[in-house]
């Protein structure tokens, strides 16, 4: 496989940003971490065994500590420096340091679109995981900072006559769901929150992409270090297409969530092809105006169409039955 992402550059970004800290700057990191708050609080189950992997920072674990479903937490982080003389192990990117069925519950956040081998990391988190353990993980997706990407072709293209990639390449949310099922991972649920930020100019999300750390490390990148002609000019066709009527410019953080259990003979199933009693037509029929409520009776986030009854919010769909 070809590898995209220079990950020892990565690592280099990440622990300039941690020498060199800026106030606010972990925004996404906070915004992922509240979301895992909620995430975690919907699973009604305690976990023994839990590891935390790549998330650069303690946010993470102190919110599965502050949940109190968690026993034992274990972090890995690809470099000491990231562990700040805690607890935890050291171990190289893309690997999970554990022996198979070993964790109860897998953590990562806003790493995994710096992996070269997502696929490999995932079959490894499975692995790891008890039957019926569960993984919790959340990357930039597709879509993360297009306007900055449009932007930097356009100037490129307009003072050189081409441009080079600037920008790594970020996994769609129904690819992550099809990876999750590549791994072997049961009840598979993927889906995008954007997180969108806005900004006086270009400088100001340069410089918090490089207090994350999130500079460009793609191996193919450009060596050819950017001239203050070209970023004037991407920072003015930036705000001629990606601004609001009161002058500031917008950048979007799609952020994708995936959750998937390892298998287990207790987890629910789809029924079989073909031993429904009653058909999808039969019952639009009966009633369209029923028809208004969604199930999600857990986790698992089905959003079926069910009905709708005076004592119950929604109703289990036929699956979740």
């Keep these: 496989m070809q590898p995209i992402v220079d990950t020892s550059l990565w690592l280099a970004h990440k622990r300039r940003a941690l020498a060199y800290p800026t106030a606010g700057a972990d925004f ?27 998330c650069q920072t303690p946010a993470a674990v102190d919110v599965l500590a502050t949940s109190g479903k968690v026993a034992d937490i274990i972090r890995v982080e ?163 297409r990606f601004s609001d009527a009161d002058g500031r410019i917008r950048a979007s953080f799609p952020i994708v969530w995936m959750s998937g259990w390892a298998p287990d003979a207790s987890q629910q199933k789809p029924l079989k092809p073909g031993s429904a009693k009653i058909s999808l037509k039969t019952i639009l029929g009966k009633s369209r105006r029923a028809l208004t409520g969604f199930c999600r009776p857990d986790f698992y986030g089905c959003w079926w169409p069910v009905a709708i009854t005076a004592r119950k919010r929604s109703q289990a769909c036929w699956n979740c039955r």
Excluded: C, H
């Design 28 to 54: 996404l990191m906070r915004r992922a971490a509240e979301e895992l708050a909620e995430r975690l609080g919907a699973v009604e189950r305690k976990f023994d065994r839990a590891a935390v992997l790549f």
């Design 78 to 240: 690809a470099d000491a420096a990231f562990l700040d003389n805690a607890a935890g192990l050291v171990a190289p990117l893309e690997t999970v340091p554990f022996e198979p069925e070993s964790l109860d519950l897998a953590v990562s956040l806003l790493s995994l679109q710096a992996m070269n081998d997502i696929p490999g990391m995932l079959v490894q988190i499975r692995r790891a995981l008890k039957p019926d353990g569960l993984f919790l993980g959340a990357f930039a997706g597709a879509g993360t900072l297009s306007e900055l990407r449009e932007s930097l072709l356009a100037a490129e293209t307009e003072l050189y006559g081409g441009a080079s990639p600037r920008v790594i390449p970020f996994t769609d949310v129904r690819d992550a769901g099809a990876l999750l099922q590549r791994a072997g991972l049961a009840l598979p649920v993927a889906d995008v929150e954007t997180v969108t930020v806005r900004y006086d100019s270009l400088f100001g999300l340069m410089a918090d992409l490089r207090a994350m750390g999130e500079t460009s490390a793609l191996i193919d990148r450009s060596r050819r270090p950017g001239t203050r002609r070209l970023f004037a000019r991407v920072a003015e066709i930036y705000a001629e």
